[in-house]
T-cell receptor, first 114, second 108 residues
Framework: KAGVTQTPRYLIKTRGQQVTLSCSPI?????VSWYQQTPGQGLQFLFEYFSETQRNKGNFPGRFSGRQFSNSRSEMNVSTLELGDSALYLC?????????????FGPGTRLLVL | AQRVTQPEKLLSVFKGAPVELKCNYS??????LFWYVQYSRQRLQLLLRHISRESIKGFTADLNKGETSFHLKKPFAQEEDSAMYYC??????????FGTGTSLTVIP
């Protein structure tokens, strides 16, 4: 099976802009989670989508939003970018049928905000 | 509040020496604990999880509910074990909490 894919792999934006990141899960996986990874904070959970519905949400401001499509592909949007949003954004997929499932990670999108 | 703590940011050991990466957690229910690893230029991947009770690449981890710990151990470190290791917790939902990671360097 093909692994989790994320596009684009690299992005450079300026403050105030918005950005959309995309994640395609492993075939058959219906849960997609998003994480922000920074050197100081490690991986921080953003949100999880399952069957097109947000099922869990982390402690991030409303500028961070997401959605999931009927084919389980997911997008994450960050509006009004700030310098502190520079990070590696990871998505992970799992079957989603049960709790505490192993998550399979994509390679990440590295976002640089100038 | 849910929290995963990895007290060591950096850990260096000599090849052939035992290695232990520490992980402590706080969670009020019955969590599942995981260790994820990220080798250089590779994506984050599962190393092992508590419920499987497996030994992967010579690594084992024991869940100690009394001490709320899930330390990762290997009796003889190899150079290829050099990587970033993350301890993670999953609660009753599908939400994961990760530690800040420990960078392990195995010195030849």
């Amino acid at each position: 099976k093909a692994g989790v894919t994320q596009t684009p792999r690299y992005l450079i934006k300026t403050r105030g802009q918005q950005v959309t990141l995309s994640c395609s899960p492993i075939s058959g996986h219906r849960s997609v989670s998003w994480y922000q990874q920074t050197p100081g904070q490690g991986l921080q959970f953003l949100f999880e989508y399952f069957s097109e519905t947000q099922r869990n949400k982390g402690n991030f401001p409303g500028r961070f939003s997401g959605r999931q499509f009927s084919n389980s592909r997911s997008e994450m949007n960050v509006s009004t970018l700030e310098l502190g949003d520079s990070a590696l954004y990871l998505c992970a997929s799992s079957l989603g049928d049960r709790a505490q499932e192993t998550q399979y990670f994509g390679p990440g999108t590295r976002l640089l905000v100038l | 509040a849910q929290r995963v703590t990895q007290p060591e940011k950096l850990l260096s050991v000599f090849k052939g020496a035992p290695v232990e990466l520490k992980c402590n957690y706080s969670y009020s229910g019955s969590p599942e604990l995981f260790w994820y690893v990220q080798y250089s230029r590779q994506r984050l991947q599962l190393l092992l999880r508590h419920i499987s009770r497996e030994s992967i690449k010579g690594f084992t981890a024991d869940l100690n509910k009394g001490e709320t710990s899930f330390h990762l151990k290997k009796p003889f470190a190899q150079e290829e074990d050099s990587a970033m290791y993350y301890c993670a917790l999953s609660g009753t939902g599908n939400q994961f909490y990760f530690g800040t990671g420990t960078s392990l360097t195995v010195i030849p």
